[in-house]
């Protein structure tokens, strides 16, 4: 399972669900920062709601205590603010200046979940790396959407900025599955029922 986006609480109920049956879940975008706040690491200006942090760290502690790794970046790109004009440097490691916000996940990070993403015999992504529509923080984003899309696992991607990220980079049609429905695959992939589907089923 691939996790970006901006809000742990949009998708805790799909990593609490995950943590059950994936073997991994990489997580990317701004939902990396309450984690990495709940680590006790400095995000500068980075995006962090601070209702996720409790969430981020309750996801450790039953990753910890489970059989799924729970994988964050270890490298960042940065920018002094959300602009493709903006000043850029990068990390290290995870920890971000003040002044500067963590934008896209880093080449050594992108490299390694393109690695673990080839080795994957199923592959689910929702929700970009980093900031993709801007021009300097889209190598996350892309790197893993070849990734994706070269994965000899069967593919699912859902949601509208992860199809956005296929389509601007030329790979919507070497995904298995393909849905922009985000919010309604993330409630079926946590196991709720749809009506829609639920109505299928009655008949």
């Not at 939902?31 to 996801?59: N, R, T, V, W």
């Not at 790197?143 to 593919?155: F, K, R």
Request: with cysteine; hydrophobic share 45%.
């Amino acid at each position: 399972m691939v996790l970006g986006g901006a809000k742990v609480s949009d998708k805790v109920g799909v990593i609490d669900r995950f943590l059950e049956i994936a073997d991994q879940i990489l997580i990317g975008g701004a939902m990396c920062f309450p984690f990495y706040k709940a680590q006790g690491h400095s995000i500068g200006d980075s995006l962090c709601h601070d209702d996720d942090i409790p969430l981020a760290q309750e996801a450790l502690d039953k990753a910890a205590a489970g059989n799924c790794e729970l994988v964050l970046p270890t490298d960042l790109a940065l920018g002094r603010e959300f602009s493709a004009e903006t000043e850029t440097d990068s990390t290290e490691g995870v920890d971000v200046a003040e002044g500067w916000m963590g934008l896209d996940i880093g080449p050594k990070s992108a490299e390694d979940y393109a690695r673990r993403v080839a080795a994957a015999g199923t592959v689910l992504w929702n929700g970009p790396m980093g900031a993709f529509e801007l021009d300097p923080f889209a190598a996350g984003t892309r790197t893993v959407a070849e990734a994706v899309a070269a994965a000899p696992g069967y593919t699912v991607v859902g949601g509208g900025d992860s199809v956005a990220a296929l389509v601007k980079f030329g790979l919507t049609d070497q995904v298995d599955w393909v849905s922009t429905g985000g919010g309604a695959s993330l409630e079926l992939l946590e196991g709720k029922e749809l009506p829609g589907v639920a109505a299928l089923n009655d008949n």
